[in-house]
């Protein structure tokens, strides 16, 4: 380092240089250590001088609490990844909610519609052994689970080879489908004794 | 001449200019605002806390609570202004931490007193930083008995009567350039004494951190 520069230094510390000469040198310090040492050494001669009796002579504090710092900083760093992960548990069980509570108010609203049935609207006979998607079904749907009730004592297996040999009288299940708000709404009714009730 | 003044850049601009890059994240700038100031916190702190040991340690905590907070610092009082008040509040904060400590370890009567008594006098540093630092302090002082007249004569009216160059030139009877050069080598000698000494201290810092 030149003279010159130190001198510089010097004159910048004290408020003495000028403005364009300060700016320059302040963006040189940021990016060179040697007129870094230079301006902290010309500080501790300050400090030396206006040091109490009582109090230590500081040397080079900046640099432990610039090191302070990034420790810190460091271990902030890696808190984002467990509060993201807290986050993320938080969102997951959100959407996993929403989604609950949108199946349960679809079927308590499928359940208040069915106060007004259109008689009119055409009707699809399915059985527990075959289901038939309506035509203008926007979801397809799927094969019902078998319940056993009329066999509650057989295991799993009989009742299973009973529905396999077709011994099992076949009872038809009948969806009345109509659409509300373009939206396909179905209901199950029954065939009892010659007209068909709301199940 | 005034024109001059104008041009210059004041101690409060170059705090201010320190300050902003400090607030872009440059931590060079940072560390250099810390060095600024350090001494005068320390004397701050040390009349509040008796402990030699713990005023490097507040001292410490006090800049780093002014880095969390420079983004709400505006720049209505002086950088030295605000960063006082929070050394104020630091170390009375600290004082009331350990005295809490020290209740809760229920200390007898008569340990506390003699506790209080001898802390004025107690130095808890290692004896390596002990003897660094009264090393240092002791090149410090030989470096600057052994300044010339002139140059101690302007280093001391700069540093610890605060006067401008101006001020010095008219008090020294000598033009403003000369107050310069006399300041910058009378600061350029004690850097020259001292490099030997603070870079043996950096290299074992270095191998220490290495081991």
């Known amino acids: ?199 | 001449m005034k024109q001059d003044n104008n041009k210059k850049m004041s101690e409060k601009t170059l705090d201010s200019e320190l300050v902003d890059q400090a607030k872009q994240g440059h931590m060079a700038a940072f560390e250099m605002l810390v060095n600024r100031y350090q001494q005068r916190v320390a004397n701050v702190i040390a009349k509040l806390v008796k402990d030699r040991s713990e005023i490097e340690d507040v001292a410490q905590e006090v800049f780093i609570k002014v880095f969390r907070a420079l983004p709400r610092f505006r720049g209505d009082s002086s950088f030295y202004t605000w960063v006082y008040r929070i050394a104020i509040n630091t170390a009375k904060n600290h004082l009331v931490a350990k005295s809490r400590r020290i209740q809760n370890t229920q200390v007898e009567y008569e340990e506390a007193e003699s506790f209080s008594a001898n802390e004025a006098h107690r130095n808890l540093d290692t004896p390596d930083a002990v003897y660094a630092r009264g090393e240092l302090e002791q090149v410090m002082a030989k470096a600057i008995s052994q300044l010339p007249e002139d140059l101690k004569t302007a280093i001391i009216l700069r540093e610890v009567d605060g006067l401008s160059y101006e001020e010095i030139a008219a008090e020294m009877a000598c033009p403003i350039g000369t107050v310069r050069s006399r300041i910058f080598r009378a600061r350029d000698a004690i850097d020259q004494a001292l490099r030997p000494l603070l870079d043996k201290e950096n290299n074992s810092k270095e191998n220490v951190r290495t081991i």
């Open chain 1, 1 to 199: 380092m030149s003279e010159q520069s130190k001198q510089n230094i010097s004159d910048l510390m004290d408020g003495e240089l000028s403005r364009d000469c300060s700016r320059f040198l302040l963006k040189r310090m940021n990016h060179d250590a040697d007129f870094r040492r230079s301006w902290n050494h010309y500080h501790l001669l300050r400090s030396a001088v206006q040091q109490d009796s009582q109090a230590p002579l500081m040397l080079d504090l900046g640099n432990r609490v610039v090191q302070r710092l990034q420790q810190s900083s460091a271990s902030v760093v890696q808190s984002p990844k467990s509060g993201h992960r807290w986050l993320k548990t938080i969102t997951g069980s959100a959407i996993a909610a929403s989604v609950a509570l949108l199946a349960v108010m679809s079927f308590n609203q499928n359940n208040v519609m069915s106060g007004d049935v259109d008689l009119g609207m055409p009707e699809y006979a399915k059985t527990s052994k075959q289901l038939i998607n309506p035509p203008n079904a926007v979801t397809a749907r799927v094969e019902q689970q078998p319940r056993y009730t009329r066999y509650p004592d057989l295991t799993p297996q009989v009742q299973h080879y009973i529905m396999d040999k077709n011994t099992q009288t076949a009872i038809p299940i009948y969806y009345r489908v109509w659409h509300n708000n373009q939206l396909p709404v179905q209901q199950t009714i029954q065939y009892q004794a010659g007209r068909y009730t709301d199940e």
